[in-house]
């Protein structure tokens, strides 16, 4: 796996190659769907689409403190 970095206190690195570190059995179970999914051309179980749901409801509670009224996750999808 490869990783380019950039960030404005850190030196620019292009390609740098990267060792995942996979000891615990559950990621190697997540790390085996991911590229099950990449050869299959299909979205992996868990893919980002799932997490923007729980972010924009974590995003809709924040706002609906800070306004005092109830905010709808329509308004933010």
């Known amino acids: 796996m490869f990783h380019s970095h950039l960030h404005r206190a ?3 690195v292009d390609n740098r190659e990267i060792k995942l570190d ?4 559950q990621d190697q179970a997540m790390l ?3 590229f099950a999914a990449i050869k299959d051309n299909r979205a992996p179980e868990c893919n ?4 923007l749901q729980s972010l924009a ?4 509670a924040i706002q609906s403190a800070q306004q005092g009224r109830e905010v ?6």
Do not use: C, G
């Open 10 to 12: 850190d030196e620019k």
């Open 22 to 25: 996979v000891t615990a059995p």
């Open 32 to 34: 085996d769907e991911f």
């Open 48 to 51: 980002a689409q799932d997490n």
């Open 57 to 60: 409801m974590v995003f809709a």
């Open 72 to 77: 709808q996750l329509r308004e933010l999808m």
